[in-house]
């Protein structure tokens, strides 16, 4: 009898492996005591001011963080601060954040993910429990820092994309009745999967884990799913919306992996059996050292990034949300090929597939068959049309038409911001630019409170 839901079936090793998921962590993250004060407690806040934080591991959450912010100014509230944790590479926050020009608080990140090797609460639970205590400690120590920079900020809405240390230190610290907080991430859906979506070890557990992660935001904020599913309390894809694909566009494949392996496995077929009139660019976080086919390795870098997609026929990636999100939105194909050990990407690829089953593909490692499929699809027949059509639809009309759960409705202000808009539409720098066009406008002053490794000293003031 196969399990279904609840996970009736004798002997099946689902639910007991999500209980002990469960209990295990729970056991570390219990609320803030009857007799405990709230650091926030005074704390107030303007309806017309917001906050955006993020959490800094890869680019997803940053990327729909600074869409976020673009939407939101649209509609006049006034960005009052950024929040991300240490995770946040110190590049990405020269280019994307720190020319807003609004006070930036970082704060140790629990970690999650590891590129090299997986979902760390699974694939290394000391290494997660530790660094979940480290970060405990931390709020506590320094709740009175972190309490300056919100009563600075005087923001009425905290936007949250799965900033999970932040989330913890507000259910430490509840939020006074004039500061609402909206947690919004893609992976609130996956907690809506049931062990019939599950199927390895690593997926149930994963799962399990997300689940608990889940409950700490809610204990703070509304958490809204990010997705195509559509309804009532989620939100389509905070996303750029690319170009359509053009007829008789030059084949160009690109690749994102989140480790060499699958970069190598992709050059060493490509070596064997090269393709004639196609390009291959692979981004990772160190390219490699020789590649030995037609494949272009580079380094991970959002403008080349940007550029080579603008012109892509395909893409193939470790089964992240956005880029698969925008691939659709361009109508090409997508082979997503999960990181092995990450059980977030496991579910992503199963959920995308079935979202999309004309333009995503799923598979546990790279063959010529996939190859084949991506560089032959055919791109103008109506099933993958209907279905990047449909998605384009829905980010279209959060962009146009707004939501309840981002700002509220209604079209969206003329302002500076149909500059930064027109911009971000041409490239990734010229977000950062007409961000620091609009921060020198509005002559803000920078202030960068930053606690951890991106600062060394402890509490840092810019």
């Known amino acids: 009898m196969a399990c279904a839901g609840g996970c009736p079936a004798p002997g099946c090793f689902k639910a007991p492996i999500a209980s002990f998921s469960k209990c295990a962590i729970g056991m570390a993250i219990k609320g803030p005591s009857s007799e405990s004060v709230s650091a926030m407690a005074n704390v107030r806040g303007d309806p017309n001011r917001f906050v955006v934080a993020f959490c800094g591991s890869g680019t997803g959450h940053l990327t729909q963080a600074m869409k976020a912010v673009e939407l939101l100014q649209a509609r006049g509230l006034v960005l009052a601060g950024v929040a991300t944790d240490t995770d946040a590479s110190e590049k990405m926050l020269d280019e994307m954040v720190r020319p807003l020009g609004v006070p930036l608080l970082i704060i140790p990140a629990i970690e999650l993910v590891d590129t090299e090797k997986g979902f760390i609460p699974l694939v290394n639970p000391p290494r997660f429990f530790t660094s979940l205590m480290r970060a405990q400690d931390f709020l506590q120590k320094n709740a009175s820092d972190i309490q300056q920079f919100f009563a600075h900020a005087n923001a009425g809405n905290i936007y949250n994309m799965y900033h999970l240390t932040l989330a913890r230190f507000f259910q430490l610290n509840p939020l006074p009745p004039s500061i609402l907080v909206t947690h919004m991430a893609a992976q609130f859906g996956l907690c ?100 030995k086919s037609q494949l272009h390795s ?125 911009a971000a539409a041409a490239s990734a720098q010229a977000i950062v630019d007409a961000a620091a066009a609009a921060a020198e406008t509005a002559k803000g002053v920078g202030r960068s409170i930053s606690f951890g490794k991106n600062s060394g000293k402890g509490v840092e003031i810019i």
């Open 192 to 291: 809506a999967l049931t062990f019939d979506d599950t199927r390895t070890f690593i997926e149930v557990g994963g799962k399990a884990v997300m689940d608990v992660m889940a409950s700490i935001f809610t204990a703070s904020g509304q958490t809204v799913p990010i997705g195509p599913q559509g309804g009532d309390g989620s939100l389509p894809p905070i996303i750029h919306l690319p170009t359509p694909l053009q007829p008789k566009t030059p084949r160009l494949i690109l690749c994102y992996f989140l480790v060499q392996t699958n970069a190598k496995k992709l050059d060493e077929l490509l070596a064997k059996q090269p393709l004639a009139d196609c390009e291959f660019h692979c981004f990772t976080a160190k390219p490699l050292a020789a590649p």
């Open 298 to 422: 580079h380094q991970k870098q959002r403008a080349l990034f940007q550029e080579l997609f603008a012109k892509c026929t395909g893409v193939i990636v470790s089964a992240g949300n956005e880029t698969v999100w925008e691939a659709v939105c361009r109508g090409v194909p997508v082979l997503t090929i999960p990181t092995e050990g990450h059980s977030e990407q496991l579910l992503n690829a199963a959920v995308h597939a079935r979202n999309f089953p004309t333009l995503v593909r799923q598979a546990p490692r790279i063959t010529p068959d996939d190859i084949q499929w991506l560089t032959n699809f055919k791109s103008s027949s109506q099933t993958a049309l209907a279905e990047s059509a449909a998605l384009r639809e829905k980010v279209t009309g959060l962009q146009t038409r707004g939501s309840p759960l981002l700002g509220g409705g209604g079209a969206p202000r003329r302002s500076l911001n149909d500059h930064i808009s027109n």
